[in-house]
Nanobody, 120 residues
Framework: VQLVESGGGLVQAGGSLRLSCVVSGFPLDDYAIGWFRQAPGKEREGVACMRRRNTSTYYGDSVKGRSTISKDSAKNSMFLQLDNLKPEDTAVYYC??????????????WGKGALVTVSS
């Protein structure tokens, strides 16, 4: 079982970024999937979630309207599109998956994270 993020990097404020997470060892369609982030000195926070079986998506207040979670079942991959980036979006972003219906901070499976740095 493995989740591997990519797509992080340095972006100017106002720019966009698309994070990818390639999953192996289990079918994404049977899992709730989510993105979380942790900024220096702060607790990990939920960014976006897609409930199991595509029932619905929801977003953290800090990124609502600026982010989109999606997946490609054929490639067993998940994505996070971030637009209109702000310096406060700087964080390590993690993809996660759980065999339950919803996302929550203690999800079962995690990637190692991808650093996103937004310059002002």
């Amino acid at each position: 079982v493995q989740l591997v993020e990519s797509g992080g990097g340095l972006v100017q404020a106002g720019g966009s970024l698309r994070l990818s997470c390639v999953v192996s060892g289990f079918p994404l369609d049977d899992y709730a999937i989510g993105w979380f982030r942790q900024a220096p000195g702060k607790e990990r926070e939920g960014v976006a979630c897609m409930r199991r079986r595509n029932t619905s998506t929801y977003y953290g207040d800090s990124v609502k309207g600026r982010s989109t979670i999606s997946k490609d079942s054929a490639k067993n991959s998940m994505f996070l599109q971030l637009d209109n980036l702000k310096p406060e979006d700087t964080a390590v972003y993690y993809c996660a998956a759980d065999s339950g219906v919803n996302c929550y901070p203690g999800m079962q499976l995690w990637g190692k994270g991808a650093l996103v740095t937004v310059s002002s």
